[in-house]
């Protein structure tokens, strides 16, 4: 796994936006800054959902009205026009606030949760918010009745949920945290198809994480998404209640017709073109030379390290250099050929 040397975003979200700057350590970012969620993010719903969303002051926004049916409501800001490589390891960092009512205690509902959430969609209907398969990783307030202790139990919770075949599972992690505002790190190794999940980056402190990701699906990518649920007896909120700031890739690729490369100054980085303060390329990458796995600019140990964690049938990785389908001896002899060539 990667180590992390620089963050893109520091500190934690205050109800003021901390904006990212441009080309200090993400390969792509968006700061929410266009005053929509459109072109670079698509809204997605459930039939008839109380929650609704939008984008201001670089922030993404999500509220909502009394939920008076009991049932789940999602809304979710689904990644337009590029997706999360599920052949390569790859980390996002995002900044959230979750601060929404308590839900209500309601004869015969004996389980409401209301938050925000970070969506990883393989299969599904972005517009209609359905995930066929998946996993979800949320923050939330929820209001449990322990029919044996004839009791009421609340608590703030983060948990990770799989969705197969359009159904929700149990959380395979739940962690008991109080919080209000928080620096969310996800990350993803493609060789062990794990998710892994902390406040800390990757590398530091014992993440939560979630096995058998790889299992859900054979997609080669996945949609990412923020957004906000009401499971149950809730009451309405404001969207100040829940709110989402600066998606940042750390590290890994791609996929789709809004990547590309930005050039400010100097520097080159991968982005969208939403997000692009400088000269931007659709579709171009930043890394000019082949042999360079990581995209330092240098072949060094690293790309050795990155090659050897997806040797094996890799079918479109990076690591695979002489295009064959399968990273070998043939792609490490080739590596160590082109050594000073970066």
């Not at 459109?38 to 002051?57: K, L, R, Y």
Request: proline share 4%.
């Amino acid at each position: 796994m990667k180590m992390i040397s620089s963050i893109c975003l520091t500190g934690l979200f205050m109800m003021v936006a901390v904006h990212a700057s441009a080309g200090d350590g993400c390969l792509l970012w968006d700061d929410f800054g266009n005053g929509t969620f459109h072109p670079t993010w698509s809204v997605g719903e459930t039939s008839g959902s109380v929650i609704f969303m939008g984008e201001a002051g670089g922030v993404a926004q999500f509220g909502a009205s009394e939920n008076l049916t009991f049932g789940m409501h999602m809304g979710y800001a689904w990644s337009n026009g590029w997706e999360v490589d599920m052949t390569q390891d790859w980390a996002v960092q995002a900044d959230w606030f979750c601060n929404p009512p308590w839900p209500l205690q309601v004869i015969g509902i004996n389980w409401s949760e209301v938050g925000i959430a970070f969506g990883l969609m393989m299969e599904g209907t972005p517009s209609q918010a359905y995930m066929d398969r998946g996993l979800t990783i949320s923050a939330h307030r929820a209001l449990v009745f322990d029919q044996n202790l004839n009791q009421w139990f609340a608590y703030n919770g983060e948990s990770i949920y799989y969705w197969s075949n359009g159904a929700l599972g149990y959380p395979e992690v739940l962690l008991e945290r109080i919080w209000t505002s928080n620096t969310v790190y996800i990350w993803y190794d493609a060789s062990a198809g794990v998710i892994y999940y902390d406040d800390d980056p990757p590398g530091v402190g014992t993440p939560a994480w979630a096995s058998g990701v790889s299992q859900l699906s054979s997609s080669p990518s996945a949609l990412m998404a923020f957004g906000a649920y009401s499971l149950g007896a809730v009451p309405g909120f404001a969207s100040s209640s829940l709110l989402a700031d600066n998606a940042c890739m750390l590290y890994g690729h791609v996929v789709g017709d809004r990547a590309g490369r930005c050039v400010v100054g100097d520097d080159c980085f991968e982005t969208i073109a939403e997000s692009c303060l400088g000269e931007f390329t659709l579709g171009a990458g930043c890394c000019d030379c082949a042999w360079d796995v990581n995209c330092s600019a240098s072949v060094s140990a690293v790309d050795i390290t990155m090659l050897m964690d997806v040797w094996g049938p890799c079918e479109g990785c990076r690591s695979d250099l002489d295009g064959s389908g399968t990273v070998d001896v043939s792609d490490l002899l080739l590596l160590l050929e082109h050594w000073f060539d970066c």
